[in-house]
């Protein structure tokens, strides 16, 4: 691995002491002694009597904890942590972003027994239910779609006394169908059943 400290940088003892003690090391709060000679020299050039060497780098530790509990904590809380109805936060954003992309679409895409899922009333609602609710109202959702699109398939298919006429690209292609029922001789009636079975 190439090095991209300058060859006479102040900073490359220090980088190589960082590299000894490791990155892990350093975010929960071990600081290498290198660094606080350092930082000691700056540290007197600034000229304040407040700030010594010691507060400084017990700062520094303590900022880097904070630093690392709040990243150990956020990763709880959205990966791990159950909030309501046994699913995470991400789970929950996931089903609300499908929802609210969903509810952007126009009625008419849905057959007309499936236009009440996207009036007025149901958008609000929708937006304040619960999740298993949410994820009920996806499916419906899907579910209506997969059957319009299935309707419009179906009326590209004309059926007319043994052929089949498909409209592609604008054009009519006939074709043979094996869509007929099979020749059944018809029944004469209640009488012909009786003497039948006689």
Known sequence: MESLTPLHSPYLALAQAQDLIGFDNLLVGRLPKLLITTMKSKLALLNQRTLTIDRWAKDLSHHLLLFTHCQWTYSNSTVHYKLSEGKTVAEHTMVDEQVRSLLQLSPILLPPQHRYLLTEENRTTQLQGTTSAKQFWIADIQSALAEAA?????????????TVRIRRNGRTITLLSGLNPPAVEKEKGLKWKKRRWK
Do not use: C, E, T, V
């Open 150 to 162: 299935l309707s419009r398939r179906m009326k590209r298919i004309k059926y007319k006394r043994g």
